[in-house]
């Protein structure tokens, strides 16, 4: 296949799999990015490529993450504009990030990737996480760099025998919560063999229930999950969010998400604070 014919396929196939994710018609699509309809239809239909400032419009009106976009400048002939490069995060990034999870000591943030890869923690994280898993203080490092060596992934974390999965005392409801949200955006991201990796990597953990398999899209996602973790004399009960940075005009800060674990009790309070003393 001819490398324009191949383009000319791809980029209707991109527009219209964003645009029936949104649930628009190419009319709405015309409306909301203030172009006209039969633009859009020239464009699905492959008799025409989209210019750059095409791709940017329709792609931000339809709300495609910058991964995505690149991809859609690529296909339509153009360069990708969004920094996709592994390099440091930028500074501004990093300091926000330290910021944020100094401020909220002595309670719990994890900062993860797009795949729950953990990106970095702050102390009280990993004190936590720590006494959670069973790990003397001498067995987790002392800094939240040396810990993000250990390539944990949240996910995995949470769903393995070996790992948290047994100390999680509402395993069943934030198990299967966690597993329909991991599918749900992977649907969101079909070309993402990441996610799609890891989401086979879950369901080969006999932690999975069969009845979790198949996500229920007309069941809306919690906005927010209560983790309830107990090992020995520690009962911790917490309440996660979800944070995230907009308009980040950078591929892998746009993916970071830092996750705050509030305590919903004064004993989980109490013991985060005295974890976070002890290590």
């Known amino acids: 296949m001819a490398r324009g014919e191949h383009r000319a396929g791809l980029v209707p196939a991109l527009l219209k799999q964003w645009r029936a994710q949104r649930g628009l018609s190419q009319l709405d699509l015309a409306l909301a990015a203030d172009v006209s309809a039969r633009h859009v239809s020239f464009i699905e239909t492959g008799r025409s490529l ?3 400032d095409m791709v940017l419009r329709l792609a931000s009106t339809l709300g495609v993450p910058l991964r995505q976009v690149n991809t859609m400048l690529v296909a339509a002939g153009h360069s990708p504009v969004y920094d996709d490069a592994a390099a440091e995060m930028p500074e501004t990034i990093r300091q926000a990030i330290d910021l944020l999870m100094a401020h909220h000591e002595p309670f ?3 900062v993860i990737d797009r795949s729950y890869d953990v990106v970095d923690l702050n102390r009280s994280a990993i004190a936590v996480l720590g006494a959670v ?3 003397a203080p001498t067995d987790v490092p002392a800094d939240a760099d040396g810990i993000g060596s250990l390539g944990l992934n949240l996910m995995r974390l ?3 025998p070996h790992g948290a999965q047994p100390w999680l005392v509402n395993f069943d409801e934030v198990g299967s919560q966690l597993l329909w949200r991991l599918q749900r955006e992977s649907l969101a991201q079909p070309d993402d063999g990441e996610l799609r990796a890891l989401i086979d990597d879950i369901l080969e953990m ?3 229930a069969p009845d979790w398999r198949d996500v229920d899209l007309s069941t809306p996602a919690e906005p ?3 983790l309830h973790l107990q090992r020995g004399d520690i009962d911790l009960r917490f309440l996660t969010t979800v944070t995230s940075f907009q308009a980040p005009q950078n591929v892998d800060v746009e993916q970071l998400q830092i996750e705050h674990w509030f305590p ?3 004993l989980t309070a109490e013991t ?6 002890s290590r």
Not at 272 to 277: E, V
């Open 158 to 160: 949470t769903f393995d």
């Open 206 to 208: 006999p932690t999975v």
């Open 272 to 277: 985060c604070t005295a974890l976070a003393r």
């Open 224 to 226: 927010a999950l209560v």
């Open 50 to 52: 989209p210019s750059a």
């Open 108 to 110: 719990p943030v994890v």
């Open 133 to 135: 898993l069973g790990l």
């Open 264 to 266: 919903t009790d004064e």
